[in-house]
Structure formats: C-alpha cells, structure tokens
C-alpha cells in the first residue's frame, strides 16, 4: 500500500481555518484519498474521502491536487472539538494502512 | 443504532496468559478488522473478516488468531502475551470486505501484559 506524508503537529486557533497537508508521491490510479481522524480515548472516525476531484461534507472539505501527489483536508471553522489525530490514508481494495497522522491542538 | 461494540473495555493481563478480545459489528455489517495501536501511533491491521472467513492478514505472529461467527460478531485471541502487546485493540465493522470507506471503529479494548 502507498504511503503518506504528514506533519506530526499543528496548532490552530478557534473558529479559524485549517488546513490539513498531506504528500503521497506514489499514489497509483486506483487509490482513494481517505481522512479520519482520532479523537482522544476514541476509535478512529471517517471524514472524507476523494478520489480526484474536491470534495465537501458537512465535516471538512478534501483539495485534491491535479497530480493527486497532495491533497489537504480543510477544517473551516476549527472548534475545540476537532482537536485530534488526523490520518491520510491511501487505499483502493485493501484494508486502512495508518500513518502516525498530525495531531491537531486547537487554541480558545 | 448501536455502533460498533467491543469488550471488555480493559484488561490486565499476565506474560503468558492468553486473552480473548470481542467485538460486535454494526447490524448488517459483514466484515470485521482488527487493529492494534501502540501508544503514540497509528492503527496497525492485524486482521480482516467477511463472511466468516479470513480475507486478510497483517504482519503479526501466530500468536494471534481470529475467527468470525454466523452472526458477524469477531473474537480476536492471543496466545503467550508479550509485554509488548499492550495496546488499545480496535474492531472496525463494514458492509463488505476491501471496503475502504464506511469502516465504524469501536472505542477500543485497552489491553495492558504486566
């Protein structure tokens, strides 16, 4: 399975923006662009995910780039409860291969 | 709806002994993974279920074993804990195997080998 690339840690200040990085240089045609994110004493919970074009949920919206080596997941309005480890995950048929993920403190 | 549900939610157990971890899927969810996640990082696949049968395997010895029953419910066993399978094991449920979206993590069994 691809990997990825993430920072380990950002901080963000309530009600703004953020954004989340990802690099996976070797995506294949195949591999979807997936997000979760773990919140403290939680299992992982699913975000988003993509497969070439931006995707919006009511959670987070997925920017894809056009060679599809990055994409960054887009908080809008970061509250206290999105603090947490986000994963970028690639995958096609295969199960969830986790990454150590960005682990995202939010300030008041 | 009851989501994914796992038990116990601790565990203290010896080296050597063995242990039996649970997990019932969502209602109509056929497959079942397991992951383990050691402490500062992320999930690692240990197995996944459909139907009953095994459909995959990660890079974990034969100390470890699963099986999944007619009702897609999963039970996850270890044999002759190490101090380094303490962890939090996690069951993720599915509607179909090699399903990369839709997984619904349970909460998690944090287990702890003394």
């Known amino acids: 399975d691809a990997k990825t690339t993430q920072p380990n840690s950002m901080e963000s200040n309530e009600e703004e923006p953020v954004h989340l990085p990802c690099n996976h240089s070797?995506?294949?045609?195949?591999?979807?662009i997936h997000w979760y994110r773990q919140l403290p004493s939680q299992g992982p919970e699913y975000v988003i995910h993509g497969l070439t074009s931006n995707v919006n949920n009511r959670m987070a919206s997925l920017a894809i780039a056009e060679d599809r080596k990055s994409s960054t997941l887009i908080l809008h309005r970061a509250t206290l409860r999105d603090a947490a480890v986000y994963y970028c995950?690639?995958?096609?048929?295969?199960?969830?291969?986790f990454g150590k993920g960005t682990k995202l403190s939010v300030k008041p | 709806d009851a989501g994914v549900t796992q038990s116990p939610t601790h565990l203290i157990k010896t080296r050597g002994q063995h242990v039996t971890l649970r997990c019932s899927p969502i209602s109509g969810h056929k497959s079942v993974s397991w992951y383990q996640q050691v402490l500062g990082q992320g999930p690692q696949f240990i197995f996944q279920?459909?139907?009953?049968?095994?459909?995959g395997r990660g890079n974990f010895p034969d100390r470890f074993s699963a099986r999944q029953f007619p009702n897609y419910s999963s039970e996850l066993n270890v044999n002759a804990l190490l101090l380094g399978d303490s962890a939090l094991y996690l069951c993720a449920s599915s509607l179909v195997a090699g399903s990369v979206y839709g997984y619904t993590f349970g909460s998690g069994t944090r287990l702890t080998v003394v």
């Open positions: 995950i690639l995958g096609s048929q295969g199960n969830l291969i």
């Open positions: 279920y459909y139907e009953k049968e095994e459909r």
């Open positions: 070797t995506i294949s045609g195949t591999d979807y």
